[in-house]
């Protein structure tokens, strides 16, 4: 199970140092021990749940941070006050207005990490991850960098985020391009899925690069991304 942690700079790493103790640094941290059956199937049921939704709503919510700080803060035990709905004649009174913005304060409250900083994902380019499985894998790097885990959940967002026709955008609210397709199509197979993976992923990848000519389509700057493929 994944564990975000934050504000941590591993005390046992002469390679991290920091001016600030390493305030704001968040990371993902995978523990095969940690979670009770409770919360794995809570893990598990949020992942199912955006799989089925993904075209209708792309971005994460940081859904799995936000199940480890409802847990942490108890935040079944917080009340947050009546939502109120204005409807467009309305008069907006003073309460409404106090009432709305402390519901607010209280409901950002429990995202907030205790040194006072906000986490959250920084997700939604697809040229960028590609980079680095890419130059990784040139150096010979893959493995030692990124354990099997963490490669696990790389496909998974990969995954996550293709359009229905096959290909993959700039970011995962755009329209496929030859570029980042080809991107996330060589990343998933130098992290070892086949090319019949993915449930017939693979195959609708494939089929919508070579539907369009194939990588000869991409500019000369996105080439130099894929030389190494």
């Known amino acids: 199970m994944w564990r975000l942690k934050v504000s941590d700079g591993g005390r046992d790493d002469p390679w991290l140092t920091s001016v600030n103790n390493h305030v704001g640094r968040q990371f993902w941290e995978f523990d095969p021990n940690l979670g009770t059956p409770e919360e794995r199937a809570q893990v598990e049921k949020a992942r199912r749940e ?27 035990k917080i009340e947050l006050p009546a939502q109120v709905r204005v409807k467009s004649e309305e008069e907006i009174t003073e309460e409404v207005v106090t009432t709305t913005l402390r519901r607010g304060l209280r409901f950002y409250s429990t995202l907030q990490a205790e040194d006072g900083f906000w986490p959250g994902d920084y997700g939604g380019p697809l040229f960028l991850l590609p980079g680095l499985v890419i130059g990784l894998s040139v150096t010979g790097a893959l493995d030692a960098i990124l354990p099997h885990e963490h490669q696990k959940e790389i496909c998974r967002y990969l995954y996550n985020h293709q359009n229905k026709d096959g290909g993959w955008g700039l970011h995962i609210e755009g329209p496929s391009t030859m570029f980042c397709t080809a991107l996330s199509y060589v990343s998933l197979r130098l992290l070892g899925e086949e090319m019949d993976g993915g449930d017939g992923a693979m195959e609708t990848a494939r089929k919508w690069i070579l539907d369009r000519g194939g990588v000869t389509n991409i500019p000369s700057w996105g080439k130099m991304w894929l030389s190494v493929s």
């Open 50 to 76: 955006f799989h089925n939704n993904r075209f209708r709503s792309k971005h994460s919510s940081d859904l799995l941070m936000r199940l480890q700080f409802a847990e942490q803060k108890e935040c079944d």
